[in-house]
C-alpha cells in the first residue's frame, strides 16, 4: 500500500533537497536559491535557476512615455533578485530550512506523498520587497508553482509580473491552448481562442528589438526540444514539458532571449545566437498602449500596480 | 527660354514650360490595345539612363544636355529609383525638422521680410546634390509624325530637361506627374533626353514628410504620341439623385488646340455591355456629353465597387479612329447630412490606414506588385479607406482602389512641419506657406495636381489640403480651391486645429492626430460644428495597438464620430547586407551615418517593411470588421 501512496523519494542533502518522482527528479537548491534541477524522462529542463522577472524590454511606447525610466528600478530587480529564505513542507509537516547535523537523522530512503518548499526573493528595488515562489512536489510527479508578490506602496508600476525559465537548448517549437497571434491585454479582441502550433522560437522582428511574444489567456503550453546539453545523450527523439493552468489562464512567451538581452540590441541581427529557450509564464502583464508613442500611457486598466499583491499558480507536467 | 539654377532658391518658379495638369486617362489606338492593355501612343522611358552625380550645383557638369557631350565616364543608373540607393548620395531619415538641421541655418525666403529672396539658398549651397541624368533614344514608328510629349511621373525635388541641347522646361511637386511638350525639338531617331535633378530647392520646404529623404527620378517616365485630335483632359461629372435611384452623368473633354477636323463619340456601357449613354459631337477645343440621366442606377461603395465603362473614340474627317480612350467611373453620393458624412445614404465609417509608399528594397520607387499586395492586405484586414500619406501616389493606385472599393483621402503633395513646430512645440515663426503670397502660387498648384488628375476617381471622398502645415491665407485659399472645383468632396485638413482662427475657412470634418479618446469625447459633447476623424491614430510603432476599442467604441456613441485612419499602414526601413553576417537585415535612421536623425520612428506600420503583417493585425482585422460598410 505504501507504495502507492507515496511515490516521492526525499533526499536530504547538504546544499538541495532532491525529489525524485514518477519519471522526474527535482533538485531544489538552497546555494542557488531555487528549482536547479528539473528532470522528466531523463531530459533536464533548467539551464539556471528559475527567478522572479519583472522586467519587459523597451517598447517604443514605454520609452515615449516616460515608463522605463520610471520603471526603472525593475530592470535591478529582473537581474538581481536574490533568495533569502527557504521553507519546507513535506506532507504537511513544516520541517524550516533542515539542514545538517538536523538532517543526519534522515535516511536514503525517505518517501513522501507530498513536497513543498518556498523560496522567498527580495528585491532590489527601493523600497524592497519579497516575491516566494513555492513549489509542491505532487505524488504523480507534477510540479505545482505559485507565485505570491508582496505589494509595496512607494514602487513604480510593473513592466510585468512572472516566473522565467532557461531551458538548456532551443525548443523545436511549443504548442498552446490559447488565443491566437501575439497578444496584449490591451491588444487582445482580436485573437481567436484555439490550440496552436508554433514552430521554433520566432522573435517578433520589430525594427528595434522590445518586448514581444506574449500569449495571454493562456490554459497550457507544452514545450517541444530535440537536444540535451547531456554529453551522454543520444536519444535523438523530441521531448516536451507542459505548463497548465490551475485557477486561472496565464500568460507566457518562449523566446530565445531574456528581456535584458532584448533591450540591449538596436537591430535584430545585433540578438545573440540562439542558445536556449526563455519560457516566461506570468501573472500579469502590462497593455502595450497605442494612442501615440510620444507620452501618452497606456489605458489605467492595463497597469499593474507594485503597491498591492499579486499571486499567481500554474503546474508543470512532464 | 534660358533655364537659370535661381529658381531653385525662388519660391515663386516651380513650373516652367509644363503642361497642364489633366485627368489620368489612357489613349490607345484600337479597342484591341485597350483588350491588350498596351498603348502604342505610348513608349517608357524608364530603365538604364546615363547617370553623372555632383555633391553640390558647383561641381555638377554643367552642358552635360548637350548632345556631343562626352557622357563616355557617366555612370548607369536605373529609372525609376532613388539616387541615395544606388550609394551616390548619402541615405537620411528624419523626421518633422529639416533635413538641414544642424547643418545649415535657412529661413524660408519672403517670411521673416520682403527682402529676404532667399538668393543662393539652394543654388549655391555646398550640399545640395545633383543628379545629371541623359538618355539617348529613338522614337518608336508608332509614335513619329505626332505631337509627342514626355511624362515624369515622380521626380525629387526639381528639375531642368532638355531635349536635343534645347531646354524644354522646369518642375517641383516631386509627387505629382510633371509634362513636357517634346514637339519642337523630337527627331525620329538618336534623341538625346537630359533631366538635372536637384536634391533641394524651395520645395524642400514644401516636402518635410516624415520620410528618408531621397532624390531623382523614382517614378516612371514616357512619352506619349498624341493624333492631331486628342483628348486632353477627361472630367466626369456624375452625381446622384437625393433618393439615390438615378444618376446624372456629364462629360467634358478638353482636346488639343485647335484640333483637326473630326468626331468625338462617348459610350457608356454598365457590366452586363447593356448601353447607358451614347452620343457623338464634333471635334472642337472643348466638347460637352450630357446630361444624362441614369435610372435605377448602381452606386458605388466599398462592398459594392461598382462602375460604368466610359469609352470616347476620336475620329478624324474619314471616320478613321485616331484614339480610344477609356474610364471606368462610378455613381456615389457622399454629402455632409446633419453633420454626418453620408455616403449613398448611409453614416460613413472610416475603417482606415495612411499608407507611404514603401518598398525595403527600392525605397518610394514601389512596383504594381507592392499596390496588388497592398489592397490584398487591406480586404483581407477589413480596411476600408486609406490616406495617401502625404503626397499623391502613384497614378494607378487611384484605379486600383476604384475597383477595390477603397475610399480615399487624396492628399496635396504638402507638409512644411518643420517650419511650424519645434521639439513638439508650437512655434510658427517662420511657418510657410501660411498666408506669404510669395508661397501662395507654388502650394496651390499642388493642389490643381492633385485635382486635375485624380477627379474622375469615384474612391475619392476628401480632398486633403497636405498635412501638419499649420494654417493661413494660402491653406483657405486652397480650400476655397477644391470647394469651387468639386461639389461632389469634402475638404479635410487636421493642420487648422493648431490655428483655430482658420476653423471656418478650412475643411469640413474635424480632423485630429493621436487624440485621445476622452479629447474626441469632449469635442463631440460640446456642439460640434463638423463630423470627426481621426487622420492619424493608434501609432503602431514597434509592439503597439493597444486600447483600440476605446477608440472603436464611440462609434456606437456618437454618430458625428466617423472613425479614421491608422499610422500607418507599414514600417519604412531599408534592406542592406549586415556587415557581420552577411545576411538581408532592415536598417533605420542613423544607421547610414545620416544626423540629425529621428531612428526608428519611421517604424510604425501593421506591416514590417518587408510586408509581413505585425502581430498586431488580427486586431485591427477585428475591429475594422465590426463596421465595414
Known amino acids: ?318 | 527660354m534660358e533655364p537659370s539654377i535661381n529658381w531653385l532658391d525662388d519660391p515663386q518658379v516651380f513650373r516652367v514650360g509644363t503642361l497642364p495638369a489633366h485627368s489620368d486617362h489612357r489613349a490607345y489606338r484600337s479597342g484591341e490595345e485597350i483588350e491588350r492593355g498596351v498603348s502604342s501612343y505610348i513608349q517608357s522611358l524608364d530603365g538604364d539612363w546615363q547617370f553623372q552625380y555632383a555633391k553640390n550645383p558647383a561641381e555638377r557638369p554643367v552642358g552635360f544636355f548637350e548632345p556631343d557631350y562626352d557622357r563616355d565616364h557617366f555612370f548607369t543608373i536605373q529609372v525609376p529609383g532613388h539616387i541615395e540607393l544606388e550609394n551616390f548620395s548619402q541615405i537620411h531619415y528624419i523626421n518633422t525638422l529639416y533635413p538641414w538641421e544642424g547643418k545649415v541655418y535657412r529661413r524660408p525666403a519672403y517670411v521673416l521680410s520682403d527682402a529676404d529672396t532667399g538668393a543662393g539658398m539652394f543654388s549655391a549651397a555646398d550640399n545640395n546634390c545633383v543628379g545629371a541624368y541623359a538618355k539617348r533614344f529613338d522614337l518608336e514608328e508608332p509614335l513619329r509624325n505626332n505631337r509627342v510629349t514626355v511624362q515624369f511621373d515622380g521626380v525629387e525635388q526639381a528639375m531642368y530637361l532638355w531635349l536635343n541641347g534645347h531646354f524644354v522646361g522646369y518642375a517641383e511637386d516631386s509627387f505629382s506627374q510633371s509634362e513636357f511638350d517634346l514637339t519642337p525639338y523630337i527627331q525620329d531617331t538618336d534623341n538625346v533626353i537630359a533631366v538635372e535633378v536637384f536634391k533641394q530647392s524651395t520645395a524642400a520646404f514644401l516636402e518635410d514628410q516624415d520620410m528618408f529623404r531621397f532624390s531623382g527620378i523614382f517614378r516612371s517616365v514616357r512619352l506619349t504620341a498624341q493624333p492631331e485630335i486628342h483628348v486632353n483632359d477627361l472630367a466626369i461629372h456624375s452625381t446622384v439623385t437625393a433618393d439615390l435611384t438615378t444618376g446624372h452623368l456629364a462629360v467634358t473633354l478638353q482636346l488639343n488646340d485647335h484640333p483637326a477636323a473630326g468626331t468625338v463619340s462617348l459610350t457608356v456601357t454598365d457590366d452586363q455591355g447593356e448601353m447607358v449613354a451614347e452620343a457623338s459631337e464634333k471635334a472642337t477645343e472643348q466638347v460637352h456629353f450630357g446630361d444624362f440621366e441614369v435610372a435605377n442606377v448602381r452606386l458605388w461603395c466599398h462592398s459594392d465597387p461598382y462602375r460604368y465603362h466610359l469609352q470616347l473614340t476620336v475620329r478624324d474627317a474619314d471616320g478613321a479612329v485616331l484614339e480610344v480612350v477609356p474610364y471606368d467611373f462610378g455613381f456615389r453620393r457622399f454629402e455632409l447630412v446633419d453633420k454626418v458624412m453620408m455616403l449613398n445614404g448611409q453614416r460613413l465609417i472610416l475603417n482606415g490606414v495612411n499608407r507611404h509608399e514603401w518598398n525595403p528594397d527600392r525605397g518610394r520607387a514601389i512596383t504594381q506588385a507592392d499596390m496588388v499586395a497592398d489592397l490584398q492586405v487591406f480586404k483581407e484586414n477589413n480596411i476600408n479607406a486609406v490616406r495617401t500619406c502625404h503626397y499623391p501616389d502613384q497614378i494607378p493606385w487611384y484605379t486600383m482602389c476604384d475597383e477595390a472599393g477603397i475610399y480615399m483621402m487624396a492628399e496635396t503633395n504638402l507638409e512644411t512641419h518643420g517650419s511650424w513646430q519645434k521639439m513638439g512645440a508650437v512655434e510658427p515663426s517662420y511657418n510657410v506657406p501660411g498666408s506669404v503670397s510669395q508661397w501662395r502660387d507654388a502650394v496651390l498648384d499642388r493642389a490643381k495636381n492633385n485635382y486635375e488628375v485624380f477627379k474622375n476617381h469615384p474612391s475619392i471622398l476628401f480632398w486633403s489640403l497636405g498635412n501638419e502645415s499649420y494654417a493661413g491665407e494660402v491653406l483657405a485659399e486652397m480650400n476655397a480651391y477644391y470647394k469651387r472645383v468639386d461639389s461632389t468632396r469634402l475638404t479635410h485638413y487636421e493642420g487648422v486645429y493648431r490655428n483655430r482662427a482658420y476653423a471656418d475657412r478650412i475643411s469640413d470634418v474635424e480632423s485630429r492626430m493621436y487624440e485621445t479618446p476622452e479629447n474626441i469625447k469632449a469635442y463631440l459633447d460640446d456642439h460640434p460644428e463638423k463630423p470627426f476623424l481621426n487622420c492619424e491614430y493608434m501609432h503602431d510603432m514597434g509592439n503597439s495597438l493597444g486600447g483600440m476599442a476605446s477608440y472603436v467604441n464611440l462609434i456606437n456613441q456618437y454618430p458625428m464620430y466617423q472613425g479614421g485612419f491608422i499610422w500607418d499602414y507599414i514600417d519604412q526601413a531599408l534592406y542592406v547586407t549586415d556587415e557581420v553576417t552577411g545576411n538581408r537585415v532592415l536598417r533605420y535612421g542613423g544607421d547610414f551615418d545620416d544626423r540629425h536623425s529621428d531612428y526608428d520612428f519611421s517604424g510604425d506600420g501593421l506591416m514590417f517593411a518587408n510586408r509581413q503583417p505585425k502581430p498586431a493585425m488580427q486586431e485591427v482585422r477585428y475591429y475594422y470588421g465590426q463596421y465595414n460598410n
Open chain 1, 1 to 318: 500500500m505504501a507504495n502507492t501512496t507515496t511515490n516521492l523519494r526525499v533526499i536530504f542533502g547538504d546544499g538541495t533537497l532532491g525529489v525524485a518522482g514518477p519519471a522526474c527528479h527535482y533538485i531544489f537548491s538552497y546555494e542557488r536559491g531555487g528549482l536547479e534541477s528539473l528532470v522528466q524522462h531523463g531530459k533536464e529542463w533548467l539551464y539556471r535557476t528559475p527567478m522572479p522577472t519583472f522586467w519587459r524590454a523597451t517598447t517604443d511606447n514605454d520609452r515615449g512615455n516616460g515608463f522605463s525610466q520610471d520603471s526603472a528600478m525593475w530592470l535591478g530587480a529582473d537581474l538581481f533578485s536574490h533568495c533569502v529564505a527557504v521553507a519546507i513542507n513535506v506532507d504537511d509537516q513544516d520541517l524550516g530550512w533542515p539542514i545538517a547535523p538536523e538532517t543526519n537523522r534522515f535516511s536514503n530512503h525517505e518517501w513522501a506523498e507530498k513536497v513543498q518548499i518556498a523560496f522567498t526573493y527580495q528585491t532590489t528595488t527601493v523600497p524592497k520587497t519579497n516575491v516566494t515562489v513555492t513549489y509542491q512536489v505532487f505524488n504523480d510527479g507534477h510540479l505545482g508553482v505559485t507565485v505570491h508578490y508582496d505589494g509595496q506602496p512607494g514602487l513604480p508600476e510593473l513592466p510585468a509580473l512572472g516566473l522565467r525559465f532557461i531551458m538548456p537548448t532551443p525548443a523545436v517549437g511549443f504548442d498552446y491552448t490559447g488565443l491566437s497571434g501575439e497578444t496584449y491585454p490591451d491588444r487582445m479582441a482580436g485573437a481567436v481562442a484555439g490550440t496552436y502550433h508554433v514552430v521554433g522560437l520566432p522573435v517578433t522582428p520589430y525594427l528595434r528589438p522590445q518586448e514581444n511574444g506574449m500569449h495571454m489567456a493562456t490554459e497550457a503550453v507544452t514545450v517541444t526540444r530535440h537536444t540535451t546539453l547531456n554529453n551522454t545523450d543520444v536519444d535523438a527523439t523530441d521531448f516536451s514539458l507542459s505548463v497548465v493552468q490551475t485557477t486561472a489562464p496565464f500568460a507566457f512567451s518562449c523566446l530565445p532571449y531574456t528581456a535584458e538581452q532584448l533591450e540591449a540590441a538596436d537591430h535584430i541581427e545585433e540578438l545573440p545566437a540562439v542558445r536556449r529557450t526563455v519560457l516566461g509564464v506570468y501573472g500579469a502583464v502590462r497593455g502595450v498602449g497605442g494612442i501615440d508613442s510620444w507620452g501618452a500611457d497606456v489605458e489605467p486598466a492595463y497597469h499593474i500596480s507594485a503597491e498591492v499583491d499579486h499571486e499567481f499558480s500554474f503546474e508543470i507536467r512532464g
